[in-house]
C-alpha cells in the first residue's frame, strides 16, 4: 500500500490507494493520525482518484478520522469519488459526515 500525503497550510491531502482494505487500513490510520498531530492539521481532504475498492476497515479509518478532527473543530472533504465508491459513501454513511467536493464545483479546499 502506498498513500501520498500532500501538507500544505494546515490542510493534508491524502490520495488514496487502490485497494483500501483491512491490509492497508492500519498503517493509513496510525500515518495520518500522526501527521494530523504533528502538522495541526486542520482540513482533511481524502482523494480517492484512483481508489477501485474500499471494505468495512477503509470505512472505519475514515469515520475514525471524522471524529478525531472533529474534536478540534477540523473539517474532512472527500473528492474524485467513483460511482462505485459514491454508493460505498451513500450505503455507509459517510456522505452525512464527510463533504464531498463535486468535480464541476471547481472547489479548491486549501
Not at 483491512?22 to 482518484?49: M, N, S, T
Not at 454513511?93 to 468535480?103: A, N
Request: negative net charge; hydrophobic residues 40%.
Amino acid at each position: 500500500m502506498e498513500c501520498k500525503y500532500q501538507l500544505k497550510d494546515g490542510c493534508m491531502r491524502i490520495a488514496m490507494p487502490k485497494e483500501v482494505d483491512h491490509h492497508c487500513a492500519e498503517q493509513l490510520r496510525k500515518e495520518a493520525d500522526l501527521l494530523i498531530g504533528a502538522y495541526h492539521i486542520r482540513k482533511l481532504v481524502f482523494d480517492f482518484a484512483g481508489t477501485e475498492f474500499m471494505d468495512s476497515s477503509g470505512i472505519g479509518v475514515l469515520i475514525g478520522r471524522c471524529k478525531n478532527m472533529g474534536y478540534g473543530g477540523g473539517e474532512v472533504l472527500a473528492e474524485h469519488l467513483s460511482e462505485r465508491i459514491q454508493k460505498i459513501f451513500i450505503v455507509s454513511g459517510l456522505h452525512k459526515m464527510i463533504r464531498v467536493l463535486q468535480e464541476d464545483a471547481e472547489e479548491n479546499p486549501n
